[in-house]
Nanobody, 122 residues
Framework: QVQLVESGGGLVQAGGSLRLSCAAS????????MGWFRQAPGKEREFVAA????????YYADSVKGRFTTTRDNARATVYLQMNSLKPEDTAVYYC???????????????WGQGTQVTVSS
């Protein structure tokens, strides 16, 4: 069992930056591929980014590539999402997720955080 808690969301103007954090507790953090997803009002949840167990490889949705960066600190059992050049269309609830057996490019995740709201004003 893994518990995930996101933080760092908030209100920011277009062009600004935010850094989300996701702290994990429970089973060995380094055993999990970690992912970030988001869900805007009236829309389905969509994949944002993922990072491999070691942190050496990352994968991004085209919509955020070049603007968002995910990293992890296995010693602190925390994954981060640095979001730069934010746009109003990035407004959503952002979730982190953990996958024990999945691959970096898969969409099957076992555990989810409660989400943190990111609002980008124009």
């Amino acid at each position: 069992q893994v518990q995930l808690v996101e933080s760092g969301g908030g209100l920011v103007q277009a062009g600004g930056s935010l850094r989300l954090s996701c702290a994990a507790s429970g089973r060995t953090f380094s055993s999990y591929v970690m992912g970030w997803f988001r869900q805007a009002p009236g829309k389905e949840r969509e994949f944002v980014a993922a990072i491999s167990r070691s942190g050496s490889t990352t994968y991004y949705a085209d919509s955020v590539k070049g603007r968002f960066t995910t990293t992890r600190d296995n010693a602190r059992a925390t994954v981060y999402l640095q979001m730069n050049s934010l746009k109003p269309e990035d407004t959503a609830v952002y979730y982190c997720a953990a996958s024990y057996l999945g691959s970096l490019y898969g969409l099957v995740y076992d555990y989810w955080g409660q989400g943190t709201q990111v609002t980008v004003s124009s």
